[in-house]
């Protein structure tokens, strides 16, 4: 009989290498309740995707039940992070849900995302040209942080010169975001960024009202669907959205990646000889080991599931890493197949909550690899990796490495 199933998710060991533990959550338990979390969480391909897809039994409006537990004075302390990201669409359902995206996506689409290909290989040539004569640097400070950060200033309208600001701004933002609730004063560097963040962008939205651009700022001042728009709030934090969203995830992509291209040195030979296995390559390394560690669920209505009744209020973690590894869906799951084909991962989620950027991440996916490929002939990780402490992101603090150029 197997032992009770413990998960500690913040240990350095279990962040550093989660699967063993889905595994068990998958086989024994994939409907597992954690007193750590106080939540239910989900681990098998089926359930997760099921789950996704329903809006009658589960709500993604997980932050106003938060916001209305707080007393007064800690309200008050988180006043700017209350005030916009309850706006983000992210944590909206239909039908507040289904306007917001509609507007956005009438400027945010597949087709502007993907005309940014030429941008986006233009910054990766000038990010890999600026450390030309290093041997060894931080592959994230260095390159995967800066590039979709770069990308999706460059996509706003954003000058490239604030790049450290921003980065600054939107790390800070994450402490909130991508946390456990450990520290008060995670949440006073939360808040103090989200207000400067408000702030540039209230500044910039305004110039554009002035001084139209062609960039997206310009855009979502622009936009119109009839007699509706967004609103003043909205915009602020669409824009904040945007910019935090359209990179945060993106560098763990490229990071993870790359880590796991390095540990697979075979797959990593394959990629520079064939070209043509770009595309496939970037889905399969968003499978292997992808930069959402989960999504966040409340229960509406009572829930049934493996045997089990999920309450009105308690809290749902789908866990889409591990249902990336699922071997009732993937077949040797935990190996890295760049010629894998078959059913499509859920690394940017499923149904209407499917995450908006996904065409511009696969676009700076398929740009950053070939190009680090093209430009190293050999490159190797050095010492080991310490894991960022985020169930929601999954991402290393660093990643050094060694290289040889072509």
């Not at 086989?27 to 989900?42: A, T």
């Not at 030429?118 to 890999?128: F, G, Y």
């Not at 595309?279 to 409340?298: C, K, T």
């Amino acid at each position: 009989m197997s032992t009770a199933i413990d998960w500690h998710p913040e240990d350095p060991a279990v962040l550093a290498n989660p699967y063993p533990i889905f595994q068990r959550m998958r086989d024994e338990d994939p409907c597992h309740w954690s007193p750590r979390l106080r939540s239910w969480v989900l681990t098998r391909y089926d359930d997760i995707k099921a789950v996704c897809m329903d809006k009658d039994h589960l709500s993604s409006d997980r932050l106003r039940p938060f916001f209305e537990t707080l007393s007064g004075p800690e309200a008050e302390r988180i006043g700017s992070i209350m005030r916009y990201l309850s706006l983000w669409m992210v944590f909206k359902d239909p039908p507040e849900h289904t306007r917001l995206r509609r507007l956005t996506s009438k400027v945010f689409h597949a087709k502007s995302m993907q005309a940014m290909r030429p941008q986006v290989e233009d910054i990766a040539d000038w990010l890999l040209n600026r450390f030309r004569d290093k041997e060894e640097f931080d592959f994230i400070a260095e390159f995967a942080g800066p590039l979709p950060c770069l990308v999706i200033m460059a996509l706003l309208g954003v000058a490239r010169e604030d790049l450290a600001k921003v980065k600054r701004l939107s790390d800070d933002m994450a402490l909130f975001i991508g946390s456990s609730r450990t520290s008060s004063e995670k949440y006073d560097t939360a808040e103090q960024a989200t207000q400067e963040m408000a702030a540039f962008f209230r500044d910039l939205i305004a110039q554009r009202r002035a001084h139209p651009q062609a960039d997206l700022i310009t855009e979502l001042v622009q936009l119109r669907d009839g007699d509706d728009r967004l609103s003043e709030d909205e915009l602020v934090a669409t824009c904040i959205l945007l910019l935090f969203a359209g990179h945060e995830t993106t560098t763990n992509h490229i990071a993870n990646g790359m880590l796991s291209l390095m540990r697979f040195p075979d797959q990593m030979n394959k990629l520079r000889q064939r070209p043509d296995l770009n595309a496939a390559a970037v889905e399969e390394l968003l499978r292997y080991d992808g930069p959402s560690g989960a999504q966040v669920r409340l229960v509406a209505q009572p829930y049934e599931l493996h045997g089990k009744t999920l309450q009105p209020g308690e809290r749902m973690f789908i866990m889409l890493n591990a249902a990336n590894r699922d071997p009732r869906v993937y077949e040797h799951a935990d190996q890295l197949d760049l010629e894998r084909d078959g059913v499509a991962h859920l690394t940017f989620g499923y149904g209407m909550h499917i995450c908006l950027g996904f065409p511009l991440a696969r676009t700076e996916g398929q740009v950053a690899f070939p190009k680090v490929l093209q430009t190293f002939s050999q490159i190797e990780p050095v010492g080991e990796q310490t894991w960022i402490n985020s169930l929601v992101f999954r991402g290393m603090h660093g990643l050094t490495v060694r290289v040889k150029r072509t």
